[in-house]
């Protein structure tokens, strides 16, 4: 189903039960810039100024703006309506793409359970049977990309669906998992999951959650003058002096 009306998704998630695992995307549908340009309406301007990330400094330049930004909720209900899933004994994490090192950020999964816990959300705290003394575990795919840590799942390179199933099928703490729900703001990984789900023979309940104000949104002038400021800055030959040469070789 699609919605833009998180009451919606409280409504559906009162179905869920300890059997259950309910994740949601971590960006754009629990969390989202401050920064009207670094939002959805934003999404081509950014991509042109920061077309180089495939570079290792154009990774660095990027990776110094998602180290600064600031984030805030996309619907002030979503910390409680998470703990009160926790309260119940069901498994609830996060999933977002990167773990690890990325350019100047030696940790994005700190740099994401920091800002989570600025909005007051906590995904190890489960308090289930099932779950306990098993959020801390840290699941690494071939001993070396980080899979999942403290109740958020981090998908990378690979499809959502890959890795959810990979977890499920390879990790004792998830393969009692009997239903799987997702909120995520893009319909194909909705899409993906669900096949992923009916490939193992796990039932699958999918929310395409589009929050209307975010989407909605168009940029001003102002803000177009105000994103070019904080390029400019960005592209200041200045800001690598910040960063030692061994930032750039172990990248």
């Given at each position: 189903m699609q919605t833009n009306n998180f009451n919606h998704i409280i409504s559906i998630l009162e179905t869920a039960t300890t059997d259950d695992m309910v994740i949601f995307d971590i960006n754009n549908v629990i969390m989202t810039p401050c920064d009207k340009i670094l939002r959805y309406c934003g999404h081509k301007y950014v991509s042109d100024c920061f077309s180089d990330t495939h570079t290792i400094l154009g990774r660095l330049k990027y990776s110094e703006?998602?180290?600064?930004?600031?984030?805030?909720?996309?619907?002030l209900q979503i910390p409680q309506t998470?703990?009160?899933l926790q309260q119940k004994g069901?498994?609830?994490?996060?999933?977002t793409r990167i773990g690890g090192r990325y350019g100047v950020i030696r940790s994005m999964d700190s740099l994401v359970r920091q800002q989570l816990s600025e909005l007051d959300i906590?995904?190890?705290?489960?308090?289930?049977?099932?779950?306990?003394?098993?959020?801390?575990?840290?699941?690494?795919?071939d001993k070396k990309e980080l899979l999942?840590?403290?109740?958020i799942i981090y998908y990378g390179t690979y499809k959502k669906g890959d890795i959810i199933k990979y977890l499920i099928q390879n990790h004792l703490e998830f393969n009692k998992?009997?239903?799987?729900?997702l909120i995520d703001d893009y319909m194909y990984n909705i899409n993906d999951v669900s096949?992923?789900?009916?490939?193992?023979?796990?039932?699958?309940?999918?929310?395409?959650?589009?929050?209307?104000?975010?989407?909605?949104?168009?940029?001003?002038p102002s803000d177009i003058r105000w994103g070019e400021f904080q390029i400019k800055w960005f592209d200041d030959t200045r800001i690598w002096l910040?960063?030692?040469?061994?930032?750039?070789?172990?990248f």
């Open positions: 703006l998602i180290n600064q930004y600031r984030v805030k909720l996309v619907d998470i703990r009160n069901i498994r609830v994490c996060g999933i906590e995904f190890s705290d489960n308090n289930s049977d099932n779950n306990s003394d098993n959020n801390s575990d840290i699941i690494y795919l999942y840590s403290d109740g998992i009997k239903k799987i729900y096949d992923a789900c009916e490939q193992i023979g796990i039932d699958f309940v999918g929310i395409h959650y589009i929050e209307k104000s975010i989407f909605a949104e168009t940029l001003s910040h960063h030692s040469i061994q930032n750039i070789v172990n």
